[in-house]
């Protein structure tokens, strides 16, 4: 009861808002993956012409969203009153005060049936934007066809829709009744896309942006790594282009964007090895592109960290396994897995491939190993989810520096003492 009321005073301020200042332009991010990484490109493109507030953490939750959109600092204890008495003060300032933003760019998230379709009641974005529908919390929808309806019911309460046409198949159709609706991507039936004219598997991508605005395309360099990552860039570019952007504002914003943490981010490894961190977390469709991407790197050696992935419920066996089957003994040198799905599932099917590959509980320890058996200019992907399997301090085992132990993942020192628990349980 607590949580509602108070939830329903953060909506209530959120619509006065966008009332109040009815020039504001919302644009909100959902899928079943790449949503922080797409924001932030959204983000780093719109700001080459707008003024743009967005949280560049994951605040995507009932609660935190509206604080997020309103630019309020979430309180410290959810469960202080006097805590979200302040929280609701700055809100009615803010409400009061002159708009300080043209856009506000909003991340939400799901993690069981009905809350993204609840982001609609409060609100009405400008534009909506989807990256993916793919296996996500299947504990609680059980079905990738739940799993759609719940993430493209912001397409129809929106005033505009943005598609990934290179992951949202055509069955997924039926659950989208906007007609203002148009595709992005990397394949050319999107009808806003990149043309790559030149590829560097570990520089990013130069060609040319394609938006029906425009005649012709717009040259542009996305420095990004796995076309998977490209495509959040190119609804980036879609989102300025809708909005009115030129292409040359376009292709400088596009310049702009870079790696968000734990998410494609090279690092450099120690015996001038190149390290791709991807420990912010996984899923299938997620832990199959970062995979394909590590195929790419012409590299004397591959190793893949593959850690389990969460929150899968019963197709838990089957998405490991699939993943495991698509380890290629010719591509890897090692697979390391950390966690018991990967073990129990991954492992053996990476297995029965031919590949080489170790289990362990502790992402510690498979840190050490790779440490052990790196050879000099290899490349390591490490790609797992968050709870239990940390891989960001199996990348911190390799690092080159010390000093890039900043750019990893949860180095809080509340996420540090929560590791310490997990670890400590280990021995």
């Not at 790197?297 to 490991?320: D, K």
């Amino acid at each position: 009861m607590f949580k509602m009321i108070i939830r329903a005073r953060l909506e209530h301020y959120v619509k006065k808002y966008f009332k109040r200042h009815p020039e504001v332009k919302l644009v909100a991010v959902t899928g079943s993956v790449g949503k922080t990484g797409t924001k932030i490109a959204i983000g780093t493109v719109l700001s080459e012409k707008y003024k743009v507030r967005l949280h560049e953490g994951n605040y995507n939750s009932d609660l935190s969203s509206p604080v997020s959109m309103l630019g309020v600092a979430f309180p410290e204890d959810i469960r202080n009153l006097k805590h979200w008495g302040a929280v609701f003060k700055a809100m009615r300032q803010r409400i009061k005060a002159p708009t300080d933003v043209d856009i506000i760019i909003q991340e939400v998230g799901t993690d069981r049936v009905g809350q993204v379709p609840h982001f609609g009641k409060y609100t009405r974005p400008d534009i909506a934007v989807v990256t993916a529908v793919s296996a996500e919390h299947m504990e609680y929808f059980g079905t990738l066809d739940a799993v759609a309806a719940e993430e493209l019911s912001v397409a129809n309460y929106s005033k505009k829709a943005l598609i990934n046409r290179d992951n949202i198949a055509g069955e997924y159709a039926k659950f989208i009744t906007n007609p203002n609706l148009r595709t992005y991507g990397t394949s050319e039936g999107a009808e806003y896309r990149f043309e790559t004219a030149d590829t560097v598997a570990n520089d990013g991508y130069n060609g040319q942006f394609i938006a029906p605005e425009w005649e012709l395309g717009a040259p542009a360099t996305i420095n990004l790594l796995g076309e998977h990552s490209m495509r959040g860039a190119v609804a980036a570019g879609a989102v300025g282009a809708t909005l009115g952007m030129t292409g040359d504002e376009i292709a400088r914003g596009l310049a702009k964007i870079a790696a968000v943490s734990g998410r494609m981010n090279v690092l450099r490894g120690v015996e001038n090895t190149t390290l791709i961190d991807d420990t912010y977390n996984s899923s299938p469709l997620a832990a199959k592109s970062a995979l394909q991407t590590l195929y790419q790197f012409g590299a004397p050696q591959r190793i893949a960290v593959l850690g389990s992935m969460n929150e899968l419920g019963e197709m838990s066996a089957q998405a490991h396994t699939e993943l495991g089957e698509l380890c290629d003994p010719v591509e890897l040198a090692h697979v390391v897995t950390v966690g018991a799905e990967a073990e129990k599932y991954l492992a053996p099917a990476a297995r029965a491939r031919g590949c080489h590959v170790v289990s362990f509980r502790s992402p510690i320890d498979a840190g050490a190993y790779v440490h052990k058996m790196l050879e000099p200019g290899a490349v390591v992907l490490f790609k797992g989810s968050q709870g239990g399997i940390f891989l960001e301090e199996a990348v911190k085992v390799v690092l080159h520096s010390t000093d890039d132990q900043e750019k990893l993942v949860r180095q809080s020192t509340d996420w540090m003492a929560k590791k310490q628990v997990f670890f400590d349980s280990l021995s």
